[in-house]
Structures are given as C-alpha cells and as structure tokens.
C-alpha cells in the first residue's frame, strides 16, 4: 500500500466524542475530570468545552480508540461516539464570533514500518 492509499481523505478518520456529564457532587465531578483525562491521555484534543477530537489514519485505529472510551465510560451522563472520514471532517465550517475560521488541521504522525 503506497503513501497515497494509507493517507486518502476516504481512508483517515477523526473520531468525535461528545458528551454531558453531571458535575453536581464532588464523585460526579471527579468522574468528569477521570473522563477528560482518558481522553486527553489517548491523544484527543478539546474541541469544544465537551466535545473532544482525535485525527486517525485508519477506520481500524480508530475502532481502537472508539474501544478505550467505551472501556472508560463515566457510570452517569450522555456520550456520543462518531466517525467520520477526513473529507467529511475538511467540510466542516467553524464560526467563532460570527467570523469564519479554519477547519483544524491533523497533527502530523510519524508512521514507522
């Protein structure tokens, strides 16, 4: 598989997790903070105040990613899980105060084989 198959816009994925988590107790809100942190530590980045991204270069990466959260689901409140490929993701419009921005770009991997 050359360079171009493994990097298609069809082929890279970014995985969204979005979620509301209560924060009215002090174990809810530890249980938000723990949630956060599973997601930061496995390489997704704030997106929005609840909604985190992850850029993945293939659908089976991103299953393995999709498996973590699964595995670290708070035990109260509402997440979301999709996928979507990276075109998809390049038609994306962002508004930030009524000005159009950028669509993030993916942080650049280092593929070792």
Known sequence: MGSAERFNQYRVMWVMVFFDLPTETKKDTKNYRKFVEVLEKDGFSRF?????????????????????????????????????????????EVFISAKKELTPQPIQQLELF
């Open 48 to 92: 929005q105040f609840s909604i985190f991204l992850r850029h993945c270069p293939s659908m089976e990466n991103a299953k393995v990613h999709i498996r973590r959260i699964k595995m670290n689901l708070p035990p109260k409140g509402h997440v979301g899980i999709i996928h979507i490929t990276d075109k998809q993701f390049g038609m994306m």
